[in-house]
């Protein structure tokens, strides 16, 4: 059975940093990846989609990268601003479904 | 832009009333799927379709049906609703086929069962 596990759970860093969110996955046999963004009370926003095929994709100032064979991906936030605050979400699709991480909940303080 | 609608964005019912929860999307895409949001317990999948009249049990399926008559629409039922269904109801859809398209979600429906 796949699971997937994120951390830290929880990450408060200084305005400007760059960080790196981490998410680990069981079972290497997935079809893609993604990383989302959910604000406080509110729906999931996707941010990135890495296909099984592929090993990182960038918008902005993030970049994610999988590697499928040893069952990780990283979330990488570069010069990290206060509006990026938010729980960040990654969940593999297996099979017909995504499996989903519990998540990072990350504070930017100005 | 792509969008998701949830009927309500926040919902109080009593034990024992049947509840609908309706999701739209206006993208035309195949798959939907409804999932509930509990902490510590992160997103489970409730039920998903791939078609009209379509449906696939999720992981927790147990006190919920489901119901699909138009492409754009996947209605989420509680039957006889209970406490333990307190919780964050989110709907998303994606593209067919499976793996190539990411998942678009709406922005939830936090019901309470009193």
């Known amino acids: 059975k796949q699971e997937v596990t994120q951390i830290p759970a929880a990450l408060s860093v200084p305005e400007g940093e760059n960080l790196v969110l981490n998410c680990s996955f069981t079972?290497?046999?997935?079809?893609?990846l993604q990383w989302f963004r959910q604000d406080p009370g509110k729906g999931l926003t996707s941010l990135l989609l890495?296909?099984?095929?592929?090993r990182e994709q960038t918008s902005g100032r993030l970049n994610a990268s999988l590697d499928k064979s040893s069952g990780r991906s990283t979330l990488y936030i570069a010069a990290s601003q206060p509006g990026d605050s938010a729980t960040y979400l990654c969940?593999?699709?297996?099979?017909?479904?995504?499996?989903f991480g519990t998540g990072t909940r990350l504070q930017v303080f100005p | 832009d792509v969008k998701v609608t949830q009927s309500s964005r926040y919902l109080v019912k009593r034990t024992g009333e049947k509840v609908f929860l309706e999701c739209v999307q206006d993208m035309d895409h195949e798959n939907m799927f409804w999932y509930r949001q509990d902490p510590g317990l992160g997103l489970r999948l409730i039920y998903f379709?791939?078609?009209?009249?379509?449906?696939e049990k999720g992981d927790i399926p147990e006190g919920y049906s489901v119901s699909r008559e138009k492409k754009e629409r996947f209605s989420l039922i509680l039957e006889s609703a209970s406490t333990n269904q307190t919780s964050m109801y989110l709907c998303a859809s994606s593209l067919s086929p499976q793996g190539l398209h990411e998942q678009f979600f709406g922005p939830g429906t936090r019901l309470t069962v009193l």
């Open positions: 969940a593999v699709e297996d099979t017909d479904k995504l499996i």
């Open positions: 079972d290497s046999a997935i079809y893609n």
């Open positions: 890495i296909q099984s095929s592929q």
């Open positions: 379709s791939y078609d009209v009249k379509m449906k």
